[in-house]
Each structure stands twice: as structure tokens, then as C-alpha cells.
């Protein structure tokens, strides 16, 4: 080879070698898009690629920023109403599971649901699941075969304060009642935490004790005047143009 196509060759692999460390140096982002709206000042955000990463709530109005989920979220492609303020709940693809949050997006937890064990009902899959709905402060996820999961009324047992003289209740075993007490020390989970099917099981959990057990709905109680979205939305290839 002559020396001219030497240096030629020399300088292109030096390029080609420079443009490499720079795009390890400094890789491509992830896109952020948001997928879903509350109303005009509250959303979610999803860093990802592939509508899949970090879920984020913003609430602009209020100066609220909080990450719901750190990695491999993938957006509920199912029926999604949040009207409350105080009380939101995102559920995620792939199961019944959720994070919400009782303090306006500030924090956020998981949830747990108590279905029938008899029957296999006692977490609904995901296939069944029809849609999610947050109104007056208290959750349901409603499946195809009519269940509702329903959260609390959005208030703790006030005997179960700090202070308070605690819950006491008996069971019949054996043909004789035994009595129990629920101390304030250890009052189970707040409110909101615990999605029941209330016709099924309420009567064999000892949620049935709590005043903000009773009197559940029956029915998802009626939308009304709400500006969000009813489904989450994400474009699987942002960023990759």
C-alpha cells in the first residue's frame, strides 16, 4: 500500500475510532413521553425505550415530582379513571398489581388484594382485569366476570389511633365465643392499601370490625366531569428516529 493511502486509511480509522468513544461518552437518552393525564397540570411520565422504564408523576400546578416505578414499567392497557385528587392509583401490564398514592402523588405504595381463595379468585389475573377506577378517594378494579375490588373509605378506624382503645370483637368456635382485641400498637395497613371482592370475603376478614369497612358500594359509583384520559398512551418508538 503507498504511503499516501496509508495516511488516508490512518486518518479514517482515528475518525471512526474518535466517533465511537464520543458516542460511549455521551449516549443517546432514553425518551420521555408522557402516557397519561389526570388533568391539565397532573400526568405521568415514562423514561424508556419501547414503552418500557421509569414511571414518574408531575403534578405542575403543585410543584410535585415522585417515581413510582424504577425500571421495566410497562404502561395498563385497560380502562383508567383517576378522579380524586388526594388519592391515585396506577396499576401496571402484566398483572393486578399497583402503587398508589394517599398524599397527592407525593409517595406512593403498593397494594395488596383479597379475593376468594376457594375458587381462585383471590388475586384477579390480568386477562380478566376490565378497568381501574379511582372516584370520591377510594379505588375498584373491575373484572369480567363482575367482581369489583374495592379499597376503604378513604379514612382509618379512629379507635385505631394512637390513644385509641382499639377494636374488640368475638368468634364463635366451637359453639362458644372467643374474644379478640386489635390494638392501635399494630392496626394492620392504612386505608387504601387492601382491595377486597366485599360479597365474597369481607365476612371471613377481620375488616368486617372496621368502620371503614362498612358500608361498601355495590357498584362503582358514577363518573362525573372528568378531564383525563381514560387509557394510558405511549409511542413504542420514541426516540428512535
Partial sequence: MNPVKKRVLRRSLLALLAC?????????????????????????????????????????????????????YRIFTRKLINTSERYMAVPIWGEAGMRVSKDYGKTWQGV???????????????????????????????T??????????????????PGGPGIDYSIMFRGKPRQYHISPRSPGRGWGLEYIDPPRVLNQLVYKHYTNFQNLPEAIPEVKDYRGWTHMRCDLGAGLE
Fill in 20 to 72: 465511537g468513544l464520543l458516542a460511549a461518552c455521551h449516549p443517546r437518552q432514553p425518551p420521555v413521553q408522557v402516557v397519561y393525564r389526570f388533568d391539565e397540570h397532573r400526568w405521568l411520565e415514562l423514561k424508556g425505550w419501547h414503552c418500557e422504564g421509569e414511571l414518574w408523576f408531575v403534578d405542575q400546578k403543585n410543584d410535585i415530582r415522585s417515581q413510582i416505578y424504577y425500571q421495566s
Fill in 112 to 142: 395488596k388484594f383479597k379475593g376468594d381463595e376457594d375458587d381462585g379468585t383471590e388475586t384477579p389475573s390480568y386477562d380478566d382485569i376490565v378497568s381501574v377506577t379511582v372516584v370520591n378517594d377510594q379505588g375498584f378494579l373491575l
Fill in 144 to 161: 369480567r366476570q363482575g367482581r369489583i375490588y374495592m379499597s376503604s373509605h378513604p379514612f382509618d378506624d379512629p379507635r385505631l389511633a
